[in-house]
């Protein structure tokens, strides 16, 4: 475990605590909770595993939020704004007139205090205002990462409110288990039968369909590249859970490289994972291996609640009442996936 500087922000020192155990190294910096780096046991050598830059000054400058903690409200909501226990809240749009990952300053912009750390675990914590980017209430958020056992990466998010709120957090670590520039060609297979159908924007419509005869259909493990016509892959998938309860872990996905041999199985607690093929990265600066990173350079993975779920009633409750925790877990599990 070390820790060092790794720039400022502004008036705020930004430092990166580097986590080491059972072949796994993880670089977490306290801008947005960012996983910078992430290497795993590889066939020869360690795998590196994500998408991330050497400099804050790259993480400031991009919106794309590369290995962030994203919130208070991850993903959509619609024209950015909801009504919660009678009134009307107007949020702070940042694409379309709509608000994106919490807004132009979310989670993943924000810098965090680093509470605590080891070899195996750092314990990062933010405390978002009343009135933040147009939320109510006063919420306190906490990130743990931990090496978990032997080849497995553990996000823990919670919060609390002193008043009732929206709340969905996740990572937006983009994935990329063989370092080639294009992603696509990674195989993916996911525990869902259901997505939500938006609109041209990408706000959920509120239908709930199945993915059978669709882009979407990942039920059996295949290449990320669409063999029809292009397209970009960008969803709410429903996980398929076997317990109703969130309290408990479920199998996601599993992304593997026919390159490196490596794979990836993610477990979560939350009912939804967004599944996007990064088509909206282009010529970013040089990256970890110190080239740019351009269209579909990494597949993004974020479990979370659903999208736009303040304006739809029927979809499964995201408001964080008073006295409540909000408990999200993933875990990423790492393994060789053949000879």
Known sequence: MSVRPFGRA????????????????????????????????????????????NRLEDYVASPANFGAVVGRYANRIGQARFRLGGREFILVPNENGHALHGGPAGFGRRVWSLVSHDTRRAHLALVSEAGDMGYPGRLHVFATYEIAAPAILRLSLQAFADEPTPVNLTS???????????????????????????????????EVASVAGTPFDFRRERPIRHPGPAFDLDALLVIRRERAAEAFLAKAARLSSPV????????????????????????????????PYRRNAGIA???????NAPNHAHFPACTLRTGEVSRQVTEWRFSLAGP
Do not use: C
């Not at 520039?181 to 924007?201: C, G, Q």
């Not at 993975?301 to 999208?307: A, I, N």
């Open 260 to 291: 490196s041999g490596v794979a990836m199985d993610l477990w979560t607690t939350e009912i939804g994972l967004q599944v996007y093929d990064g088509n909206q990265i282009s010529d970013v600066a040089s990256g970890l291996d110190h080239q």
């Open 10 to 53: 502004g008036d705020q020192e930004v430092v990166e605590v580097t986590l080491a155990a059972d072949g796994i190294e993880a670089k977490i910096i306290t801008w947005g909770a960012v996983l910078r780096d992430l290497s795993v046991p590889g066939r020869a050598a360690r795998q590196r595993a994500v998408l991330g830059w």
């Open 301 to 307: 993975l974020e479990t979370q609640r659903f999208p």
């Open 172 to 206: 937006h670590t983009y994935f990329n288990l063989d370092g080639s520039p294009d992603a696509r060609d990674h195989r993916l297979e996911l525990a869902a039968d259901f997505f939500l159908r938006t609109d041209a924007e990408l706000i959920p419509t509120g």
